[in-house]
């Protein structure tokens, strides 16, 4: 074995990189390596379970998807040539994460300000944080069940629609849903924007205030521009949470097949109306659900996984545009 | 009040009778009178009295420390760490309120007010504050300048109402020739040098009475520590200047007054030149000569 040092010294021909790392791990210890060879597998077969997901749902989905299947309203039938396409799951879906996320967006952000920069009551700040965090860890289909039970309460007739004769709340809407649902992307939205400004340095603050500076002029200044990335990210975690439950959408949307409207109003009512998302066509069409129509499955859950990943990638994108030259004026 | 022991047994554990006798420290105001020179100009801040102390620890971070700080003058604290110095610093702006368990006692005048009677952003404006870390915000150059400009108006003032100012602030940084080209860089893509100077553009900005430093150079490189430390004798001509430092030859080279402070204690002030050639205390000729520090 070579006594020389493995970097500087010159060498005649220097030897390729491939033979270099044999040479090295031959240096190792026989625990050491096989630590590497099991860490090494398994992250390659977890990529080989991913890989084979997406290349499954890819070709499954491109075989049944088409764009009359995208722009046609769904409809009841015996056949399969009669059910139409999943115009409005999609539309249903795409409501159901505006609705969400614009409750929980500044729900969640506002939380982690107030529990990072002020803190007081302390034991309020406690309480606020443990809840979110039992949120967190709750199944979504207890959620669901509690918010069916909150929004079938009379004070809550006008986010769903009633029995004409006056009997009890429905109870399900996109409103409610859209309200219950914000608690999914809640957790997340609120850690990441906790963590970012727990990471920011006291320095940075103490610039501001050392400036004169008051704590909201901070926080609106300073702090949100630099923890954007971090929201954002939070955000698309949230939105990926949203679009892939299902629990909440078959108990407070009603999925229905269609858009329901729950009054006469336009707009409003199609809020107070049921509907269907994604994830619950699926369900239904899937061969363990009612439909049993797997084509149709298949389509609707390729589209669900391309709006995710779309959504990822935009917000993605929206963070990473760099706080340092576009700071808000 | 607690009764502290003189800093003298803790000083010296081995003994030696090198003595800041308390009664010593009472007529340390005397030297002041001495050390005026016309060239100064009013005295704009005076330290009267302050002590500081950390909920959970017996003994005061600052214990009673009167001062003056004048126009045209820069004041350097030194001292070993934990001596009291950046503390003592933090209160003048009132910047150490912001951490929890601190309490100030003693009176802080600038140009003869308490500030504790001022709004406290207006205070923070007229003294400010450069960190030992450079700390520019996240931002353009232009916003990191422009953010300390602006007040919480219902109109902001738009980017070209700003600009005469900002260049102002940067050049009196000595750092718009540098960052002129492209001021909608990221700030903290600046070397560490001129990130600092920023910070000093910055501070300078909101132009203040008072210019706080604590230890502006420590992250620096020598030749970053030369350019600040030129700025700084710039400076001190239309502003008062208290600098808090490690660095014994960099008091020596900036500060036209030295406070040598130790354990909390303002063990001696004098002119520079006096501190570090016939220092009175023998506390401060030992820490000064670098037996210990």
Same mark, same amino acid.
């Given at each position: ?6 970097? %500087? %010294? ?5 030897? %390729? ?38 290349? *499954?749902?890819?070709?499954?989905g ?8 995208l @722009? ?18 999609i539309?249903?879906t795409l409501?159901?994460i ?19 920069? *002020? ?11 443990? +809840? @979110? ?102 955000t698309a975690? +949230?939105m990926g949470?949203?679009a892939g ?33 994604l994830?619950? *066509?699926? *369900? ?18 390729f589209v669900l996984m391309l709006l995710i990943i779309g959504l990822n990638l935009l917000v993605a994108g929206i963070?990473?545009?760099?706080? +340092? ?5 | ?5 003189? /800093? ?26 001495? #050390? ?5 100009? /009013? ?10 102390? =950390?909920?959970? &620890? ?7 420390? &009167? ?79 422009? =953010? ?20 102002? #602030? ?69 502003? #008062? ?20 402070? =130790? ?5 001696? =002030? ?24």
């Amino acid at each position: 074995m070579s006594t020389a040092p493995t970097t %500087g %010294g010159p060498r005649a021909t220097p030897p %390729g990189r491939r033979q270099r790392l044999l040479g090295e791990l031959r240096l190792w210890r026989p625990l050491d390596l096989l630590g590497v060879v099991a860490a090494w597998t398994v992250g390659a077969l977890l990529l080989l379970v991913a890989a084979s997901l997406l290349l *499954y749902m890819g070709i499954k989905g491109l075989q049944y998807v088409s764009l009359d299947l995208l @722009i046609t309203r769904p409809q009841p039938g015996a056949d399969q040539s009669e059910t139409g396409g999943i115009l409005d799951p999609i539309l249903g879906t795409l409501m159901i994460i505006a609705i969400a996320t614009a409750i929980a967006l500044p729900l969640a952000v506002g939380a982690a300000l107030w529990i990072v920069e *002020y803190s007081r009551p302390r034991w309020l700040a406690r309480v606020v944080e443990s +809840g @979110i965090e039992v949120i967190a860890g709750a199944p979504s289909i207890a959620i669901a069940i509690f918010g069916l039970a909150i929004f079938q309460l009379p004070i809550f007739s006008w986010a769903s629609f009633s029995a004409a004769d006056g009997g009890g709340v429905f109870g399900r809407s996109f409103i409610a849903a859209g309200s219950v649902m914000s608690l999914i992307a809640l957790p997340s939205i609120f850690a990441t924007t906790r963590e970012a400004l727990q990471s920011v340095p006291r320095h940075v603050r103490e610039a501001s205030y050392g400036l004169g500076k008051t704590k909201w002029a901070t926080i609106r200044r300073v702090l949100l521009p630099t923890v954007k990335p971090d929201i954002a990210t939070g955000t698309a975690l +949230g939105m990926g949470r949203i679009a892939g439950d299902t629990a909440i959408i078959v108990l407070l949307l009603g999925a229905t097949l269609q858009l329901q409207a729950g009054s006469g109003i336009p707009g409003v009512g199609t809020l107070q109306g049921t509907g269907s998302t994604l994830t619950s *066509y699926v *369900y239904n069409n899937s061969p363990t659900g009612e439909g049993n129509a797997p084509e149709k499955a298949y389509a609707a859950a390729f589209v669900l996984m391309l709006l995710i990943i779309g959504l990822n990638l935009l917000v993605a994108g929206i963070g990473r545009r760099r706080a +340092g030259t576009d700071l808000p004026r | 009040m607690v009764e502290f022991p003189p /800093p003298v047994r803790r000083i010296t554990p081995n003994g030696s009778p090198n003595v800041v006798d308390p009664a010593d420290r009472q007529g340390m105001p005397e030297p002041i009178a001495r #050390a005026t020179r016309p060239s100064y100009g /009013p005295e704009r801040l005076r330290i009267d009295g302050v002590s500081i102390h =950390y909920a959970g &620890t017996e003994r005061p971070a600052v214990n009673a420390v &009167t001062l003056p700080v004048r126009q045209g003058e820069v004041l350097a604290l030194i001292g070993p760490s934990g001596c009291g110095k950046t503390t003592l610093l933090r209160s003048l702006n009132r910047l150490v309120e912001l951490t929890p368990g601190a309490s100030r006692q003693g009176r802080i005048l600038l140009d003869g007010e308490d500030v504790d009677h001022l709004e406290i952003t207006r205070l923070r404006r007229r003294v400010s504050m450069i960190f030992q870390q450079p700390n520019p915000f996240p931002m353009s150059i232009f916003d990191n300048v422009a =953010y300390a400009i602006r007040e919480q108006a219902m109109r902001r003032p738009g980017k070209a109402a700003l600009m005469p100012r900002v260049e102002t #602030a940067l050049r009196r940084a000595g750092l718009w020739d540098e960052v002129a080209d492209d001021l909608g860089r990221p700030a903290l893509r600046l070397s560490g040098g001129q990130q600092q100077r920023l910070c000093i553009a910055r501070a300078l900005a909101v132009e203040p009475d008072v210019l706080l430093m604590d230890e502006p150079c420590s992250a620096l490189d020598p030749i970053s520590t030369g350019v600040v430390e030129e700025l700084i004798h710039e400076l001190r001509e239309n502003l #008062a200047i208290v600098i808090v430092t490690h660095n014994l030859a960099q008091a020596r080279r900036v500060g036209d007054h030295v406070a040598f402070m =130790y354990l909390g204690d303002l063990v001696e =002030y004098a002119p520079t030149e006096e501190l570090f050639t016939r220092p009175r205390a023998d506390r401060t000729r030992e820490y000064v000569q670098g037996s210990f520090g």
